[in-house]
């Protein structure tokens, strides 16, 4: 953990009003941090951080940081999270979505390097494509399609790590690199389009769960509360390859459907619709070297954080029929 008060350090957060950010934001300031976050807004949410944004700790900077060239004031930490991440939006948003992970990577290591600041990049298990190798260490190299639909992500989150890593190697950046497992939790916007947020609303709905394909592809999610701890670890460690943070619990998306029905409540059905194209048929993290090196790893089981963000969702929804 970053210690607390007499150990105030200034972080900067890219993305910091998306999904993890807000979470992250919210955490290092309530332990003394001061924190700017900057995001355009393009799937970050002003709401994600509305509590925190007229405190004196806390600074907002509305900014695409594909255009950014100048930070002012020191800068001890930057955690890198900026970047489209539901699969449905990099669909929708692929040229973004390549050039975040490229140009925007590569700026704010440049002002990393200016600013002596650590760097910690949210890379992806994505990089790992539809993996050959079970579970994924973070020695196998992955299948990644590179003109592919998804490649305008994996691949632009393979060249972040390159370049990230490269910035070590020529000593002119202190890095950290995260390779993000799934994780869910309150914050995901309803329309973000991934397996949780989307089962989640349609069962609260009782509307038909949409399974692209057979629903035997697994995945392995991680409560945000869990993600966030791991990030500020590695950032505290001084371990500069990467290290994959998620959760080895692994499911199949009929699996995970089902029990989201169960936990709602729900009268929804499932329905089958037409499998994603390159899309991954398992995966689950090697958590060893977290496990290791962080002494890391995820408390909140999958029932629990389904609990936690039903009951969160659900009061959004209502919130939203007062409104
Ligand atoms: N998925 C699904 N229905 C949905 C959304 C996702 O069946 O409404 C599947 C998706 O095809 C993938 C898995 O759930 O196999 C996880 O998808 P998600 O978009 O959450 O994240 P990914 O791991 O693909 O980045």
Redesign the pocket.
């Known amino acids: 953990m970053i210690e607390k008060t007499n150990d105030t350090k200034r972080v900067v957060i890219t993305g910091g009003a998306g999904f993890i950010g807000s979470h992250l934001a919210r955490r290092l300031v309530e332990d003394g941090h001061i924190v700017t976050v900057i995001d355009n807004l393009i799937t970050g949410d002003l709401e994600n951080i509305a509590d925190l944004i007229d405190l004196p700790t806390f600074e907002f900077l509305e900014q695409d940081i594909n255009s950014i060239s100048k930070i002012s004031g020191k800068v001890d930490y930057i955690f890198h999270l900026a970047s489209i991440a ?3 939006e990099y669909l929708r948003y692929p040229l973004q979505t390549a050039v975040v992970g490229s140009i925007g990577t590569l700026k704010i290591l440049d002002i990393a390097k200016e600013k002596r600041a650590r760097f910690l990049l949210a890379s992806t298990s ?1 990089i790992y494509g539809d993996p050959k190798v079970h579970p994924q260490r973070e020695d196998y190299w992955g299948n990644v399609n590179p003109i592919g639909p998804r490649a305008v992500y994996d691949e632009s989150k393979r060249f972040s790590e390159t370049v990230t890593i490269t910035y070590h190697r020529l000593n002119l950046v202190d890095v950290r690199i995260a390779r993000i497992f ?1 994780t869910y939790g309150p914050n995901m916007r309803k329309k973000d ?4 947020p ?2 989640i609303f349609q069962a609260l709905t009782n509307e038909p ?5 057979s ?1 035997k ?1 697994t ?1 392995s999610f991680c409560f945000v509360s869990d993600m966030i701890e791991g990030l500020i670890k590695l950032m505290q460690s001084n371990y500069s390859n990467p290290v994959n943070l998620g959760n080895p619990n692994e499911v199949s ?1 009929l699996e995970l459907a089902k029990k989201v029905i169960k936990l709602s409540n729900s009268r929804s059905q499932i329905t089958f619709t037409d ?2 194209i390159d ?2 048929k398992v ?1 689950k993290p090697d958590i060893s070297l977290a496990r290791k090196i962080l002494q890391w790893e995820p408390k909140i089981s999958l029932e629990d954080g389904l609990r936690q963000t039903i009951a969160h969702f659900s009061r959004t929804l209502v919130k939203k029929k007062v409104r």
Not at 193 to 196: K, L, P, S, T, W
Not at 209 to 213: M, S
């Open positions: 539901s699969p449905k994505e799934n389009g991934r397996a949780i989307n089962f769960l949409t399974i692209h394909g629903g592809q995945r998306i499998p994603m899309d991954p995966r």
